[in-house]
């Protein structure tokens, strides 16, 4: 029954016309958005609608929240939702707004097994124990305004996201059937493993050398690629990008 009142509260919300400012703010601040097929869009305004009632957004740092900063974060984070029943981020509550980069004290694993105490600074991050997602506002929109660089913060960070719906920081989110488990581990599995070689050597990669930290971190760094990098990921690394395709359901290199 709850679960009845919240898809119909959803439909509605999803109904609701956007604003022509939120519609002029996502058109400035997240240019990718001009690219989607028309319907595509009208589906990723409705989702900004859901995403906006149902997430709680703090500033943090001094930083006083605005509407364009709710909406533009929050169009990046839907895009990675269009065409799929969704649950709009179930283990997420709140996203956590700095200025610009912002320090977190504690231990850091500098690889290796050697860790190291101090504040280190970060961008953004989240983690599949936290129901949190902490974003710095400047890197944010800046990943957003450069569409073709690879780099995106809010797609990273929400990537992840998606993959902890799975039960695990493992890089691999919930996937429709046995079979494409399967796939996804083969095909992934040997681009992480190609992306740690290349990494060794200094060889160059469409894929952020990042993404040769871990699987959990190879899926956000593959998220990245895929919308911002489409044509190049798509010919230089075309199993990753059907793995890719299939799972966000869109096909950027298309666009
Ligand atoms: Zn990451």
Same mark, same amino acid.
């Given at each position: 029954?709850?679960?009845?009142?919240?898809? /119909?509260?959803?439909? /509605?919300?999803? $109904?609701? %016309?956007?604003?022509?400012?939120?519609?002029?703010?996502?058109?400035?601040?997240?240019?990718?958005?001009?690219?989607?097929?028309? $319907?595509? /869009? +009208?589906?990723?305004?409705?989702?900004?609608?859901?995403?906006?009632?149902?997430?709680?957004?703090?500033?943090?740092?001094?930083?006083?929240?605005?509407?364009?900063? /709710?909406?533009?974060?929050?169009?990046?984070?839907?895009?990675?939702?269009?065409? =799929?029943?969704?649950?709009?981020?179930?283990?997420?509550?709140?996203?956590?707004?700095?200025?610009?980069?912002?320090?977190?004290?504690?231990?850091?694993?500098?690889?290796?097994?050697?860790?190291?105490?101090?504040?280190?600074?970060?961008?953004?991050?989240?983690?599949?124990?936290?129901?949190?997602?902490?974003?710095?506002?400047?890197?944010?929109?800046?990943?957003?305004?450069?569409?073709?660089?690879?780099?995106?913060?809010?797609?990273?960070?929400?990537?992840?996201?998606?993959?902890?719906?799975?039960?695990?920081?493992?890089?691999?989110?919930?996937? +429709?059937?046995?079979?494409?488990? $399967?796939?996804? $581990? =083969?095909?992934?599995?040997?681009?992480?493993?190609?992306?740690?070689?290349?990494?060794?050597?200094?060889? %160059?990669?469409?894929?952020?050398?990042?993404?040769?930290?871990? %699987?959990?971190?190879?899926?956000?760094?593959?998220?990245?690629?895929?919308?911002?990098?489409?044509? +190049?990921?798509?010919?230089?690394?075309?199993?990753?990008?059907?793995?890719?395709?299939?799972?966000?359901?869109?096909?950027?290199?298309?666009?």
């Amino acid at each position: 029954m709850v679960a009845f009142f919240k898809s /119909r509260r959803r439909a /509605r919300l999803r $109904a609701l %016309p956007i604003s022509d400012e939120w519609r002029r703010t996502i058109e400035r601040n997240v240019p990718i958005v001009r690219r989607l097929p028309g $319907a595509d /869009r +009208e589906e990723l305004f409705g989702h900004v609608q859901v995403f906006l009632a149902e997430k709680h957004f703090e500033g943090c740092g001094g930083l006083e929240l605005t509407d364009e900063i /709710r909406v533009t974060i929050a169009a990046q984070a839907c895009l990675l939702l269009l065409h =799929r029943d969704t649950d709009y981020y179930p283990l997420l509550t709140s996203i956590l707004v700095y200025p610009s980069t912002y320090v977190v004290e504690g231990e850091h694993h500098l690889g290796g097994g050697v860790w190291e105490e101090g504040d280190e600074p970060h961008l953004g991050h989240t983690g599949s124990s936290l129901s949190a997602l902490v974003l710095a506002w400047d890197s944010s929109l800046g990943g957003a305004r450069v569409i073709d660089d690879g780099e995106n913060l809010v797609f990273h960070e929400f990537a992840h996201q998606l993959d902890f719906e799975s039960g695990d920081a493992n890089g691999t989110p919930l996937l +429709e059937s046995n079979g494409q488990y $399967a796939s996804w $581990a =083969r095909v992934l599995g040997a681009e992480f493993d190609a992306l740690r070689r290349a990494s060794e050597t200094g060889a %160059p990669s469409v894929l952020d050398e990042y993404g040769a930290e871990n %699987p959990a971190e190879f899926f956000a760094v593959a998220t990245e690629a895929f919308f911002e990098r489409p044509i +190049e990921l798509r010919s230089k690394h075309a199993a990753l990008y059907e793995q890719l395709r299939a799972f966000y359901r869109q096909d950027p290199a298309e666009w």
